[in-house]
């Protein structure tokens, strides 16, 4: 149990132009989802959270004009990065939890590369 | 002072010996401890789950968590090739009942040489 899923698993865009990635929990309902980013030796680091049927909440630093997240559902979840640009370029990792559970499940992550 | 520090090794031991990963944090709020195993360009997995101070066991994985100095471990016994890996810490605050994200350490990679 506890499965979540993301596709693309990953995506190799031009600059300027935008990018989504979805995230599924696919045997639990996710009341709330995670957004990480990790770049290359460094740490995962939670860009936003996302609660289902609200705003997303970012952490400080990201911009929320340029990575948009839409929670429609409870299993679904979408990390739009808008006018991408090579710094962007990233793994992005979603990870859900239900009401009941204190503990994240990872997707696998999605690689992404802005030339 | 980042919030978690871990050595990122790597940490190389020979098969079947004990192996001790370990993190310490700075802030004193973090209630909820994790370990998670990740293999190269894939998503972390959960391996250990813990509240507050005290140990965990499961399996060949035990978990210690030392509030008192910000200090946590994971010990891998009988070590198999299978377990090289990053190995990353993770915790949280209490969240009131609602979820929050989680901080981590950068990971540790683990070589188990056969």
């Known amino acids: 149990g506890a499965v979540v899923s993301q596709h693309p698993s990953w995506v190799i865009c031009k600059s300027g132009t935008s990018v989504k990635i979805e995230c599924r929990s696919l045997?639990?309902?996710?009341?709330?989802m995670f957004w990480y980013r990790q770049f290359p030796k460094q740490s995962l680091m939670l860009m936003a959270t996302?609660?289902?049927?609200?705003?997303?909440?970012?952490e400080q630093g990201v911009e929320k004009d340029k990575f948009l997240i839409n929670h429609a559902s409870l299993t679904l979840s979408t990390l739009t990065v808008t006018s991408a640009h090579p710094e962007d370029s990233s793994f992005y990792i979603c990870?859900?939890?239900?009401?009941?559970?204190?503990?994240?499940?990872f997707g696998p992550g999605t690689r992404l590369l802005v030339l | 002072q980042k919030e978690v520090e871990q050595d990122p090794g790597p940490l190389s031991v020979p098969e079947g010996a004990i192996v001790s990963l370990n993190c310490t944090y700075s802030?004193?709020?973090?209630?909820?401890f994790m370990w998670y195993r990740q293999y190269s360009r894939k998503g972390p997995e959960l391996l250990m789950y813990?509240?507050?101070?005290g140990n965990k066991e499961d399996g060949r994985f035990t978990a210690q968590v030392d509030k008192s100095s910000k200090y946590i471990s994971l010990f891998i016994r009988d070590s198999q090739p299978s377990d090289s890996a990053t190995y990353l810490c993770?915790?949280?605050?209490?969240?009131?009942?609602?979820?929050?994200?989680?901080?981590f350490g950068k990971g540790t990679h683990l070589i188990i040489q056969p």
């Open positions: 990870s859900a939890t239900s009401g009941s559970q204190e503990t994240q499940y």
């Open positions: 045997d639990f309902q996710a009341t709330t």
């Open positions: 996302s609660n289902e049927g609200s705003k997303a909440t970012y």
């Open positions: 802030n004193s709020a973090f209630q909820y």
């Open positions: 813990t509240y507050s101070s």
């Open positions: 993770a915790m949280r605050k209490y969240s009131g009942g609602g979820a929050d994200g989680l901080t």
